[in-house]
């Protein structure tokens, strides 16, 4: 056996464990800060405008359609979420916070009820300058919101550039949502 | 045997004829035999690894409904999966579809096959000659030694 092939032999092994370890060391590191999500799905809505929808207002709040998010003023925050959904409840105080510090914020209420959402509203708070009420469900199937919290950001010309699933916390609107935020400003 | 012969060929149609409920939708049994084929194919969102047939989650029975509605209106199996790809992208397909992101993903068996094919390369050994056949001399003395 040439000495080339002997080292050969005994290096590609070697090397086959240390680009695996480089890679796993990375993926998990990245998971730590935060920076990547093994579960989170690409939306395929990200780079096209919100298909059609005209949903009724809930609780006494004005509802929208699509073309109401054709262009505001400036990039603003589309969330959905229930009153039965836990991780919307986690979220709700990073919500309001936002709500306070200037981010326009409307809701699309899932799978509720008036009354129920009302009492919710009541309780948390309420961060919406918006809220329409999809009591069926199939609006949000055509956004392919898979599960509610689901946050996404609409940029001044109606186009969706981000879609978080999730309860928003504040290392994700550290390190992704304010920066997008002003980039679309 | 003639008498038996039309109600025989009737069978198939008792079964086509037989109407089927899941899910609150009214179809026949062809029909949702294909609707069951096309959401074996989609995965549950919510449960990441099942399908939608076989999830107990809500949005995969609405998902259940949706395919079986565009059934009964006469969808083509690949328009109702194009509907789903259109909305949740090409993780709700159980098995990925070639293309630029997957061609590592389809290429791994023919990679894993090349480089076993080269490791048993580089490791094959070549050959010791046998040695030379004992002279007269070395048998002689061999035989002395063994004595």
């Not at chain 1, 086959?16 to 800060?33: N, P, S």
């Not at chain 1, 990200?46 to 298909?51: A, M, N, S, W």
């Not at chain 2, 969102?45 to 998902?63: D, F, H, M, R, Y």
């Not at chain 2, 001399?137 to 030694?145: G, I, M, S, V």
């Amino acid at each position: 056996m040439s000495p080339l092939r002997r080292r050969l032999l005994f290096g590609a092994p070697l090397a086959v464990a240390a680009a695996g370890g480089a890679g796993f060391y990375t993926i998990l590191r990245r998971m730590q800060d935060n920076k990547y999500d093994p579960h989170a799905l690409p939306s395929p809505l990200i780079g096209k405008r919100p298909p059609a929808f005209t949903l009724p207002g809930a609780a006494g709040f004005q509802g929208f359609s699509n073309t109401d998010l054709l262009a505001p003023p400036k990039p603003m925050l589309v969330n959905w979420f229930a009153s039965w959904c836990v991780p919307c409840l986690q979220e709700a105080g990073m919500l309001s916070v936002l709500a306070r510090t200037g981010t326009t914020i409307w809701g699309i209420n899932f799978e509720d009820t008036g009354p129920n959402l009302a009492t919710y509203l009541a309780q948390n708070g309420n961060p919406y300058a918006r809220i329409a009420a999809d009591a069926s469900g199939l609006t949000a199937i055509n956004w392919g919101v898979y599960g509610v919290p689901e946050t996404y950001v609409i940029d001044k010309t109606g186009i969706v550039r981000w879609r978080y699933a999730g309860a928003l916390t504040l290392d994700v609107v550290k390190s992704t949502l304010d920066p997008m935020l002003k980039h679309y400003a | 045997m003639r008498r038996w012969l039309l109600p025989l060929l009737l069978v198939p149609a008792l079964a086509w004829g037989q109407m089927v409920t899941r899910d609150g939708v009214t179809l026949t049994q062809p029909q949702e035999t294909r609707a069951e084929a096309i959401g074996g194919q989609l995965r549950c969102l919510v449960c990441q690894n099942e399908s939608i047939e076989a999830s107990g989650a809500t949005l995969a029975k609405q998902l259940r409904v949706i395919i079986r509605q565009h059934v009964v209106a006469g969808d083509s199996d690949k328009s109702i999966i194009d509907f789903m790809v259109q909305r949740y992208g090409i993780f709700v397909l159980l098995k990925p579809p070639v293309m630029p992101l997957t061609y590592l993903l389809y290429a791994m068996p023919g990679l894993a096959l090349a480089l076993g094919v080269l490791a048993f390369w580089l490791g094959r050994r070549t050959r010791v000659p046998p040695p030379a056949p004992l002279s007269a001399a070395d048998r002689d003395r061999l035989e002395e030694l063994l004595k």
